[in-house]
């Protein structure tokens, strides 16, 4: 990366550094409809810098969409929309590279029937529902492109995302939580806690022992006089170990490694297993041999389900630690101690990584250590997920009848209002107004739910019908925000996107998140 | 011709929800939209999407304030502007942009180059809405302060909606002076700079940034002495910053020193990307749109937005504090041990989460303790700096905090704790 886009690029870097910038830059978005929450979505994947956008669309500029759409110039009436936002759109960044077609989707289809075409895109985006999308649901389920289809109503909308699979390796995990081994230390870090004699050292160095160290001492005497009981067992116990290791402060108020070590005694009592998760993914993985087709992650999985054999069902270390109240001396020790042993694990972990490979007749050439090393950072907390690829399913609707949760309640109407009112346009081609309620819920009736539906209920609807408008520029680029962060997420293969539904109600200015599953 | 054909159907209809509909008129919310006032406060990442937003939802008089000029990084998400804008200010080039893109009939924005302070209190008395997208919190701290006195000295109420973001995070609120729970209500919920002791800074370096953190606080002033102000956008400074630190760092065996992390650390840099101002922008015009037209009841009082694992909203009542310094009517409390001087306690206070002053002058019912402003009153309470701030003052006694940057009296009332030692002189 040049100088000047490091700089341009400063305040996302900061979020998912070069490596995610990189993978950001080779992908290629498809938006199919230029309306103004696709070209709000565009516009915020366009400014960090993505490959290259493709629009299409066959409609002309109306009054409309100039009105609501910030990418239509005054003069550009009664031209092509996808032209024309394509062509506004790149303004904004001009590494990024913008093409047109002026086709609809329906068209489209028929003639790019082989799949080909749509394996250029990274991530396909239906703003607006748009009729007859079985086939191209098919083509991009079977070839793993995330498809996201944003609708928005009035105050109202909603957004699915339709993938088959989402694996995240670097998660960002927000619980922040080191895996410290306290409870199981390595011989290296069980010989630097021995090395340390805490009653005959001075109380210069008493104060600068690391905490890590205080608790590896401290837990391992406690079990010693403890019938072999760790404290962790019960909220009592954990508080009577706190107050033991305050015990070995010489001074509380003047030891600051001991007053830490009071203050996130949590860490002692980290147990070092296997995440029910990471067994989750071994069972799929086990369930599912790799083949010469996987993906990197699946490789990964396997490797690992080898390393764990070799290394008593524990995970590779993540090798990082906190900052902890320590002179600079013992606290660069210890770092290194954690550092060492992750190299180690990392080296063990290739060695598997390179067997998998070997055994389907992949080439080791494939080996990539900085994903390696992030892998093996982030093993604990790796994230998958199975996508559904249903817009409604008996089971949602099932769940929706048992809800008691007047807000929830709420999310799930809209989003069948949304439904609802795009089978509308489909049979009526046009927007269904508040005149219509009666036919309104009748088709839903039929489409959706045949539960009779409460007098507040309907009232969700009744404000759907009231500002039946796809064109507010609020909602547009609220909504135009919300898939571009889940697109950024997918493209970078950083941060966990969402699984699978958002609802957001703009007159309250809440949201739901539900899983349609099968 | 750009309409408003997309907001009529927004307007034209009654929604179930409408709790003023009695009172609710189509032609009157439709002329709110043309003779509203509101002032856009910032022309950044949330403000060029606030000025868009509201164009395209039929306002047509904004005025807009930024004391910032474009620099480069401001690229990736400010979308008025582009790489020749840069060192321009930024209010003047997105007016200009929106003008040009809506067409200058349809609009009129006038924007302002300059300080939020620089205006007066009747610039501000004007307005019929204020929306800030700022991320300086002193800012915010200002223009909340100012409205609410505005609403309690003039009766006049100006609703105020905030936004702000970092990351992948971000939250917006709307503030009803006088009542509602206003900006300073919240103000230990703000994140903060993080700040490292300078003992460890001194002494005992550990991080990056505790290396990055020495050569910014301490030996840059050894070096240049008062003579030159360090400036973070000034790339020699910065080099010789990143090169200082890295020096550190060698000696001490740390690893990690980079030039982005000393300008991050330098510069306190929150990440921002062009999706997360869109959400919050977008969510604070969607109040203001509700809030002007009558055309649905707005936010009651705060959302929260938080993308960065799968998507979470909060949304919730803030409530009015009591003893806040800008809405209540009580004074705060606070607990400072014995042994600590004036000085040591404004240090403390400076850095306290719902306190934050950066110059306080400090004075109790008998007068002033200490002045930071003017230089002859300054000189004249300085000796008090170095006293007990139990000789100056008795157990329960109140004192208020003032800072010449803001319109904020902060009472305190002040209770001694039995340490009448200081640990770090041990
Ligand atoms: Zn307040």
Not at chain 1, 21 to 28: A, D, G, P, T
Not at chain 1, 351 to 370: A, F, P, T, Y
Not at chain 1, 429 to 458: C, H, M, W
Not at chain 2, 265 to 274: F, L, T
Request: hydrophobic share 35%; net charge negative; proline share 3%.
């Amino acid at each position: 990366m040049t100088i000047d886009k490091d700089a341009k690029y400063d305040r996302q870097l900061r979020l998912w550094a070069s490596t995610g910038q990189s993978n950001l830059e080779s992908s290629h978005i498809c938006l199919i409809n230029a309306s103004s929450t696709g070209c709000e979505i565009l516009k915020n994947l366009i400014l960090p810098g993505i490959g290259s956008f493709t629009i299409i669309d066959d409609k002309k500029v109306s009054n409309l969409d100039l009105s609501s759409n910030f990418f239509i110039k005054n003069n550009e009436i009664n031209r092509n929309l996808a032209t024309v936002t394509t062509k506004n759109l790149n303004e904004l960044n001009t590494e990024v590279k913008g093409f047109a077609i002026e086709k609809s989707i329906q068209d489209l289809l028929i003639e790019e029937n082989d799949e080909i075409f749509w394996q250029q895109f990274s991530v396909v985006i239906i703003s607006d529902y748009t009729p007859k999308l079985n086939q191209l649901i098919d083509i991009l389920w079977s070839k793993q492109i995330p498809l996201m289809i944003v609708n928005t109503v009035g105050f109202y909308s909603s957004f699915n995302l339709l993938t088959s699979e989402t694996t995240v390796i670097e998660t960002h995990d927000p619980s922040k939580l080191y895996d410290l081994r306290i409870d199981l230390p390595w011989e290296e870090l069980q010989q630097f806690a021995d090395s340390f004699d805490l009653d005959n050292l001075d109380d210069q160095e008493h104060a600068h022992v690391p905490c890590i160290i205080i608790f590896i001492k401290a837990l391992q005497s406690w079990i010693k006089t403890h019938e072999g009981q760790p404290p962790w067992v019960s909220y009592t116990e954990k508080k009577n170990f706190k107050k033991y290791v305050e015990l070995l402060s010489r001074n509380i108020v003047l030891e600051n490694n001991f007053a830490e070590a009071v203050s996130s005694s949590h860490r002692a009592f980290q147990i070092t297993d296997l995440p029910d998760s990471v067994k989750q993914l071994l069972k799929i993985s086990k369930e599912n041999p790799v083949t010469k087709n996987s993906s990197i992650f699946w490789i990964y999985i396997a490797a690992l389900s080898k390393f764990l054999q070799l290394n008593n069902d524990v995970l590779p270390l993540p090798g990082t630690i906190p900052d902890l109240a320590s002179d600079t001396k013992n606290y660069i020790d210890l770092q290194n101690i954690y550092k060492e042993k992750a190299k180690k694990d990392q080296k063990l972990f290739t060695e598997q990584v390179e067997s998998v490979l070997e055994s389907i007749g992949r080439s080791k050439d494939e080996i990539n250590n900085d994903s390696i090393a992030s892998f093996c950072k982030n093993s604990r907390l790796l994230f998958v997920t199975i996508g559904s690829k249903k817009f409604i399913s008996s089971h949602f609707i099932e769940q929706f009848n048992h809800e008691k949760d007047q807000s929830k309640i709420k999310k799930y109407l809209i989003y069948f209002g949304i439904l609802t009112f795009n089978i509308f346009i489909n049979e009526h081609n046009r927007l269904p107004e508040l005149s219509d309620l009666k036919e309104f819920i009748q088709l839903y009736n039929e489409k959706i739910d045949s539960t009779t539906l409460a007098g507040s209920d309907v009232k969700v609807f009744e404000e759907l019908l009231s500002h039946n408008t796809r064109n507010y520029t609020n909602l547009n680029s609220l909504m135009g925000g919300v898939v571009s962060q889940e697109v950024l997420k997918l493209c970078t293969g950083q941060y966990v996107p969402i699984d699978n539904l958002f609802v957001f109600d703009g007159i309250e200015s809440s949201s739901e998140k539900f899983k349609i599953e099968y | 011709m750009r309409d408003h054909s997309s907001v009529i159907p927004l307007l034209k209809t009654i929604g179930p929800f409408n709790e003023v509909a009695d009172d609710y008129n189509y032609q009157s919310a439709w002329d709110r939209l043309s003779t509203s006032k509101i002032l856009v406060i910032g022309a950044g990442g949330l403000g060029c999407e606030i000025l868009k937003n509201l164009a395209l939802t039929g306002f047509k008089n904004i005025h807009v304030i930024d004391m910032d000029t474009i620099d480069l990084s401001n690229l990736n998400r400010q979308f008025l502007f582009r790489h020749k804008d840069i060192g321009k200010s930024k209010s003047e080039i997105a007016a200009n942009f929106i003008k040009q893109r809506i067409g200058e009939d349809n609009i009129n924005i006038i924007p302002f180059f300059g300080k939020i302070q620089d205006k007066s209190i009747e610039f501000y008395s004007q307005f019929d809405l204020v929306i800030s997208g700022l991320d300086s919190i002193e800012a915010r701290r200002w223009i909340n302060a100012t409205l609410v006195n505005l609403s309690s000295s003039n009766n006049k109420i100006i609703p105020l909606i905030d936004g702000g973001t970092e990351g992948f995070r971000g939250q917006s609120r709307v503030i009803i002076p006088s009542f509602t729970s206003c900006f300073e209500c919240t103000l230990d919920l703000m994140s903060q700079k993080i700040t490292y002791p300078v003992c460890t800074i001194a002494n005992t370096p550990r991080l990056p940034e505790h290396c990055i953190e020495w050569a910014h606080l301490i030996q840059w002033n050894i070096e240049f002495g008062s003579t030159k102000k360090f400036d973070a956008d000034i790339p020699q400074h910065i080099q010789w910053m990143y090169e200082t630190a890295l020096n550190r760092a060698k000696i001490f065996k740390i690893e990690g020193v980079t030039k982005q992390l000393t300008l991050g650390v330098c510069k306190n840099i929150i990440p921002a990307i062009a999706s997360t101002n869109s959400i919050i922008a977008a969510s604070c015009c969607n109040e203001a749109f509700k809030l002007l037209t009558d055309s649905n009841p707005y936010l009651n009082n705060y959302m929260s937005y938080s993308g960065d694992y799968s998507i979470y909203t909060y949304t919730f009542e803030n409530n009015k504090r009591s003893n806040c310094s800008v809405c209540g009517s009580l004074p705060k409390k606070i607990y400072v041990e014995s042994y600590k001087t004036l000085q040591q306690f404004i240090e403390d206070i400076k850095d306290k989460q719902e306190i934050q002053i950066k110059n306080p002058s400090i004075s109790s019912i008998s007068g002033p303790l200490y002045m930071s402003s003017p230089t002859e009153l300054q000189k004249i309470t300085k000796n008090n700096l170095s006293k007990k701030l139990n000789k100056l003052i008795s157990n329960g006694d109140e004192i208020v905090i003032t800072d010449v940057n803001l319109p904020i009296s902060l009472r305190l009332i002040v209770y001694f704790t039995s340490d009448e030692k200081d640990p770090e002189l041990n």
